[in-house]
């Protein structure tokens, strides 16, 4: 096998300056199993080459700023070789044995487009949560796609897993590179990118579920997500792909429901 430095890179999504970023760095530092660390951005700052460089991380400026999907295919790029590639995103963090863990799985199962992990979220005050009413309707929604498999393959188990919403949480997935080596994120869209890169990804080749909570991930009103909750553009883009996956009227019925997984953003 070779070194994990050769295969696995985490590329950290920067915008802006975020008070986490440092603590996030730091949870990639530490992995038990060491990788290499790219943070990606479009909105440096004075001041993030030199935390950059306290953290062992090497830094990637790319420009100009035109939104999420060009930066996350941006960070894409910035992983060069890379075969597993981690899109960090720099307000959440990783547990020790993130790497070793999703290598471990890659390697069991190569012929995987990606991976993803379960997750714990960080609230405001401090707490680790796992069962907010949004936790909950993604874990549902896992669980009927997963039951009985660790890797998903068909058809059915596809439609149970992005059918009915998204709960693949994009800081938990590691991508294969040399399974879909000219996959790119669709930049159009402000937030359900991700949403349509697994729906695309899973139609040709399998993908992991691995079940152990990997990422924190940080909740806050200042996130990318709740501001498109709040400004209606999650709504009107949910609607989209629930209708190119179900006649109108069904899909009308779940994106109603989908939506009361917004509080779990907002509370």
Known sequence: MKNVSDQHAFVVLAYGRSPYLEECLRSLATQSLPSRVI?????????????????????????????????????????????????????DLYLPDFVRTVV????????????????????PDGRVRTWGLNHRIKRLLIAMATFGAGTMRGQLRRQLLLGFGNPIICATVTFDRSVAPTFAFREDLRTNMDW?????????????????????????????????????SRLAEDRMIFASLWPS??????????????????S
């Open 249 to 266: 009227t069904l899909a009308r019925g779940i994106a109603a429901v989908y939506r009361l997984s917004y509080r779990g953003y907002l």
């Open 104 to 123: 471990d799985a890659h390697g069991a199962t190569p012929a995987a487009a990606f991976s993803f992990c379960d997750s714990e979220e960080v609230w």
């Open 39 to 91: 943070v990606s951005t479009s909105t440096p700052f004075e001041g993030l080459d030199e935390l950059c460089r306290r953290h062992g991380a090497a830094l990637h400026v790319h420009g100009p700023n035109r939104g999420i999907g060009p930066d996350w295919n941006a960070a894409l790029r910035a992983a060069g070789d890379a075969r597993l590639v981690t899109l960090a995103h720099q307000d």
């Open 196 to 232: 349509l890169a697994w729906s695309t990804l899973s139609r040709h080749a399998p993908v992991i579920r691995v079940r152990r909570a990997l990422v924190r991930r940080r909740v806050h009103e200042a996130s990318e997500t709740a501001r498109c909750i709040v400004d209606g």
